[in-house]
C-alpha cells in the first residue's frame, strides 16, 4: 500500500479528461500529468474514487513506456517527476483510438459474439473515433478519410506501432505470468513525429493472470467484481518482481 496521496502540480490547467488532469509547465514543449484516483466506466455514466489507483496507474505507466522506448517506440514519456506525476512530451492528440486485442473479451465478444477468453489467431486491429459525446463509435479507414481525422500514412504508422506494441507489451507481461488480452493505445504528434501518447495502465488495458485466468484490470470497477485496487497492486508488484 502506498502511505502518503499524489501531489497535484501547481502550473496552470491545460486539459482535464476523466482521470487524468493535463499540466502547462514553463516550457512549451512539455506538460506534466496528473493521474488522478477517479474512475469511470460506460462514458462517464458509472464513476468513483479510488485512493491510491492514480499513483499505480502512473507507475505501471511509467515502466511500461521506458520498456517500449527501450524497444526505439517513440513516446510523449520523459519522467516520472512523482509518483502520480508523469512528465511528458506536450502532443497533439490524433483523436483516434487505437485499440489491439489478442484474446476475445469485451467489446469484441459482444459484437462478434465469441466467448471471453478465446484466443483470436492473429492480432485484432480496431480504430474508434474519440468523441465522448458519440461513445467513442467504432470506425473503419473510409470513415477515417470522410471525417479528415488523419492521413492514410499517419493511420498505417499507427496501425504499424500498435502491433510493435502488442508484440513489447505481450512478452513483457508474459514475464511477469500475465496475459494482455487487449488494450487502446492513443497518439500524439510532437512537431510532426508520431509518438504513444497518454496512458499504459490496467484503466486501458485487459490484464489476466496467465495461469487462473484471474482478471485484475478495470473490468473489476465496469462489471462491478470489487477488488479494484488490489487488481493493480498485484500487475504493479508482478510487473516489478519480473
Ligand atoms: P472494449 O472491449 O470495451 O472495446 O475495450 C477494448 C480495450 O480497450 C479494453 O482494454 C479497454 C480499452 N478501451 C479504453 O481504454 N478506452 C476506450 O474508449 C475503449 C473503446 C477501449
Known sequence: M??????????????????????????????????????????GRKRAEIPGKGMLNSRISALLFAELERAGVATHFLEEREPGVMLARAVRIVPLEVVVRNRAAGSLSQRLGLPEGEPLSRPVVEHYYKRDDLGDPLINRDHIRVLGI???????????????VNEI???RFARAGLVLVDFKLEFGLAGGELVVADELSPDTMRVWDAESGRRLDKDRF?????????????????????
Open 222 to 242: 465496469r462489471r462491478g467484481w470489487g477488488g479494484v485496487l488490489e487488481g493493480y497492486e498485484e500487475i504493479w508488484r508482478r510487473l516489478q518482481e519480473s
Open 2 to 43: 502506498f502511505m502518503s496521496e499524489a501531489r497535484s502540480p501547481t502550473g496552470p490547467i491545460l486539459y482535464r479528461g476523466k482521470a487524468k488532469t493535463i499540466y502547462g509547465t514553463d516550457r512549451p514543449d512539455q506538460v506534466l500529468i496528473f493521474f488522478r484516483d477517479d474512475i469511470t466506466a460506460g462514458n
Open 169 to 171: 507489451l505481450s512478452a
Open 150 to 164: 488523419a492521413s492514410d500514412d499517419v493511420v498505417d504508422r499507427m496501425e504499424a506501432v500498435a502491433r510493435r
